[in-house]
C-alpha cells in the first residue's frame, strides 16, 4: 500500500451505512433515524428515543407500554456485579472504569449472551443503576432498588439521591439522554461495531465502547469544561485565563469537533434545555458566566485558528445542564454513557444484521531483515548497530 492512501484517525473514511444517525458537519445538522436532534430530542421520552434506534419507526401507544415495562423490568443488577461496585468504590477507582467493570459483569445476568436483542435490553436498563449504585457507594451510601413504575430518567434520578424527581428535573434529563443517544460513527461507536463485526457478543461490545468513551478527546470533556468555567468565575477574567491556556499550548474543553466545521446543533438543543433549566430557579449566574466563556472563547478560538473553524460542541452545556441537574462532575462521563449505550447497542444490531468484518490495514514504517542474537551476546550496542545496519 502506498504512504498517500493513509488517513491517520480514519477521518474522512466511511466504513458503514447506517439508518441510525446522519452528522452533517459542514451544516451542522444531526439527524436522528430521520428527525432533526432539536425536534425529537426536546419531545421524546427515552424509552420513545431507544425503541425508534432499535425498530427504525415511533412506537405507538401499546407498544410504548409494553416496553417501558419489559426496560423497568430489567433495571436489577447481577450479585456479582454489585459486589464487584462494591469492591471498585473500596478502591475508588474512577466512575467509567467501575462502569467498564461492571459492564462486563453483565454477562452473569441470567439469559446474558443468548440473545443480543435482550442483551441491548439488559444493557440499557442497567446503565443506570450500576452508575447511580457506584456513585453512593464511593459516597458510603448503600444502593437503592430500582423503582418500576418510574421512568428511565427519572428513575436515574431516584436511584441517585432517593427523592423522586420534579418533572423539569426528569424532563432536563430526558432531553440530554436523548441528544447524545447517538451520533455516527463516532469513537465509541465504532470500536463497539468493530467488535460486533467479528461476531462477539453485545455484551463485549459495549464494555468497549465504555472504554473509548472515557478518554477527555470523546466523552471525557464535560467535567474539565465546567473546571474551567469555575476556574474563570467571573465574565471579566475569562479573556485573561483563556488566553493564558491557549499560550500553554492546552484546549479549551468544550470547543472543536472532528465533524463539525460550525456549531455543533447538539449545544443549542443544550443550551436551551440549560437555559429553561436555570430560569426555573437553579443559578442562573452560573449560565450567563458560561454564556460569556463561550463567546469570549469562540473570539479567541477564531484569533487563533483563523484557518480551523472551532465551534462549541455538545460537551460545553452538556455540564451546565448536568450541573444544573444536580450531577456531580464525576458522573458526568457515566451519565454521557447511559444515553450514548441506546445508540451503541442500536449500532451494534445493526452491525451484526448487515456489516461485514471490519478489518483495515495499516503501513509498516519499522526495520526489515532483523537477525535473532541469544540474550547474553546481546548489548546496547549491538541493538545500535543493528538499527545502523538498517538505517
Ligand atoms: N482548543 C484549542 N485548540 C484546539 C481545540 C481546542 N478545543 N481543538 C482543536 N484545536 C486545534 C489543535 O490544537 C490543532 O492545532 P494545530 O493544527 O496547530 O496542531 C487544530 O485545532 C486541529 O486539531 P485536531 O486535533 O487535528 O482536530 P481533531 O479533529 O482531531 O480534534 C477534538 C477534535 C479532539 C474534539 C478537538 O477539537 C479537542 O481536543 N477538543 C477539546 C476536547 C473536547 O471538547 N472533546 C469533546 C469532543 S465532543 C465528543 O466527543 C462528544
Known amino acids: 500500500m502506498d504512504n498517500t492512501q493513509i488517513r491517520e484517525g480514519l477521518e474522512g473514511v466511511v466504513a458503514a451505512t447506517t439508518r441510525l444517525s446522519s452528522v452533517d458537519g459542514e451544516a451542522g445538522v444531526l439527524l436522528l433515524a430521520g428527525f432533526p436532534v432539536e425536534e425529537i430530542a426536546p419531545r421524546a421520552s427515552f424509552e420513545e428515543m431507544t425503541w425508534l434506534l432499535w425498530n427504525g419507526s415511533l412506537p405507538t401507544a401499546g407498544e410504548l407500554e409494553a416496553f417501558r415495562h419489559r426496560l423497568a423490568g430489567r433495571r436489577s443488577l447481577p450479585a456479582a456485579a454489585l459486589e ?29 449472551g443468548e440473545d443480543p436483542k435482550e442483551d441491548a435490553l439488559l444493557l440499557t436498563a442497567t446503565f443506570p443503576t450500576i452508575v447511580a449504585s457506584y456513585w453512593r457507594l464511593l459516597r458510603g451510601e448503600e444502593p437503592l432498588r430500582p423503582r418500576e413504575d418510574l ?31 447517538d451520533h455516527g460513527l463516532n469513537a465509541s461507536t465504532f470500536t463497539a461495531r468493530v467488535i460486533v463485526s467479528t461476531r462477539s457478543d453485545l455484551i463485549s461490545a459495549i464494555t468497549g465502547a465504555v472504554g473509548a468513551l472515557k478518554g477527555p478527546l470523546h466523552g471525557g470533556a464535560p467535567g474539565p469544561a465546567l473546571d ?43 443550551a436551551a434545555a440549560a437555559e429553561r433549566f436555570y430560569s426555573l430557579g437553579g443559578d442562573r449566574g452560573l449560565y450567563e458566566l458560561a454564556r460569556s466563556v463561550e463567546a469570549t472563547a469562540l473570539r479567541l478560538l ?13 460537551e460545553f452545556y452538556t455540564a451546565l445542564l448536568l450541573h444544573g441537574l444536580g450531577m456531580p462532575t464525576g458522573l458526568f462521563t457515566p451519565t454521557f454513557a447511559v444515553g450514548r449505550v441506546a445508540g451503541w447497542t442500536a449500532h451494534a444490531l445493526e452491525q451484526l444484521a448487515t456489516g461485514r468484518l471490519i478489518r483495515p490495514q495499516s503501513v509498516y514504517v519499522g526495520e526489515r531483515g532483523r537477525r535473532w542474537v541469544p540474550v547474553e551476546e546481546r548489548t546496547g550496542a549491538q541493538v545500535c548497530a543493528i538499527t545502523d545496519a538498517n538505517a
Open 84 to 112: 464487584l461496585l462494591r469492591e471498585a468504590a473500596r478502591r475508588r477507582v474512577p466512575a467509567m472504569d467501575a462502569l467498564r467493570m461492571a459492564a462486563g459483569a453483565l454477562s452473569l445476568a441470567e439469559g446474558a
Open 302 to 314: 477564531r484569533e487563533r485558528k483563523p484557518d480551523r473553524r472551532l465551534d462549541t460542541n455538545v
Open 228 to 270: 474551567m468555567v469555575f476556574e474563570i468565575g467571573t465574565p471579566e477574567r475569562a479573556e485573561a485565563v483563556l488566553r493564558e491556556k491557549l499560550d500553554r499550548g492546552e484546549r479549551l474543553m468544550g470547543f472543536g469537533h472532528r465533524v463539525y466545521r460550525v456549531r455543533d446543533p447538539r449545544a443549542d438543543v443544550l
Open 151 to 181: 421512568g428511565h430518567a427519572a428513575n436515574f434520578l431516584f436511584l441517585l439521591s432517593g427523592e423522586e424527581p420534579s418533572p423539569e428535573r426528569a424532563r432536563g434529563l430526558e432531553t440530554y439522554l436523548n441528544t447524545v443517544t
